[in-house]
């Protein structure tokens, strides 16, 4: 997960073009199983089009039809949270990340890597 996250680092910072759909697939298919290593349940969807969604953090299951706590946003914003380049009150406030639900917040989560 660590080498497919620092492969797009130059991209999230502005250094370098965006990747290549694979290499950015990888990164967020990655770092969003590293967020349900982390936080295993599934009360909670994190959807991040058009690559990947997972559900996490413990609590009421889930079964069918549309979740009560859904987490939503694009490759981008999904992977500056999970570096930490960007704070969850900022990607709120700025409407880069939907968050419906009570257990919702994924804030206490994040970053899933450091660098």
Known sequence: MRA??????PWLRGEADQPSRPELAAAVRLSLRTLEQIA?????????????AVQCVEGPRHTRGTPPN????????????????LAWSDALDG????????RADLSHL??????
Not at 4 to 9: D, G, K, P
Not at 40 to 52: D, H, K, L, N, Y
Not at 95 to 102: D, F, I, L
């Open 4 to 9: 497919a996250v620092q492969a797009v680092l």
């Open 110 to 115: 994040l970053p899933v890597v450091r660098f």
């Open 40 to 52: 295993p349940g599934r009360s909670v969807e994190v959807r991040v089009p058009p690559f990947a």
């Open 70 to 85: 859904v987490v939503e946003t694009d490759p981008r914003t999904w992977l500056e949270l999970a570096t930490g380049d």
């Open 95 to 102: 409407a880069r990340v939907t968050a419906s639900g009570t």
